[in-house]
Structure formats: structure tokens, C-alpha cells
């Protein structure tokens, strides 16, 4: 998993399953803003099962269209880590 920097952290990185709820929402929001910015939305499942295909992942939409934006997927599936990257580099590693 890639590590992250959150605000409030000193010199060292967290990795995302080590956040606090805390740490993770401000994260969330922090990728949520960037998505905003380059004109898309980022969306949560709402799954409440924990045990349920695709609880507590992701997916990248296009507001206007409602297109999903990551390898042309409906379906939520992206954790935040690769939401981040593709906000950032364009383009996930596989």
C-alpha cells in the first residue's frame, strides 16, 4: 500500500490502514477536494455490510454524465490509495 501524508502528521507518513477514523476522514476529504477540483466526484459505496462486494470502496464519476472515470468501471472497487494516485499521476500501476 502507498503511504500518505496527512495534515497534523510530523516528518513521518502513515500508511492508510494504520489511520485513526480521524486521520482517515481527513484524508477521504482531502481526495474528495482534489477530485472536486479537476472536475469530478468522488463516491463511496454504500454498502453497510462489511462482508458485501465493494464495502468501504470507492469510484471516480463524472458529474455531468455520471460516467464512471477509472478504467471505464461502474462499479465501486478503488480504494482510496488508487484514487489518489490516479488523481495525481493520470493513471493507476497495476
Sequence with gaps: MREVE??????????????????LEVYEN???RMAD???LQLQ???RRDPKA????TYR????????????GEAWYGFDLDQIDEYL???DLDE
Excluded at 496527512?6 to 486521520?23: I, Q
Design 88 to 90: 495525481e499521476v493520470g
Design 30 to 32: 482531502r481526495v474528495r
Design 6 to 23: 496527512v495534515a497534523g502528521a510530523t516528518d513521518e507518513r502513515l500508511d492508510v490502514n494504520e489511520m485513526s477514523e480521524a486521520e
Design 53 to 56: 462486494l465493494g464495502y468501504g
Design 60 to 71: 471516480l464519476v463524472d458529474p455531468y454524465n455520471s460516467d464512471a472515470v477509472i478504467l
Design 37 to 39: 477540483r479537476q472536475g
Design 44 to 46: 463511496k459505496s454504500r
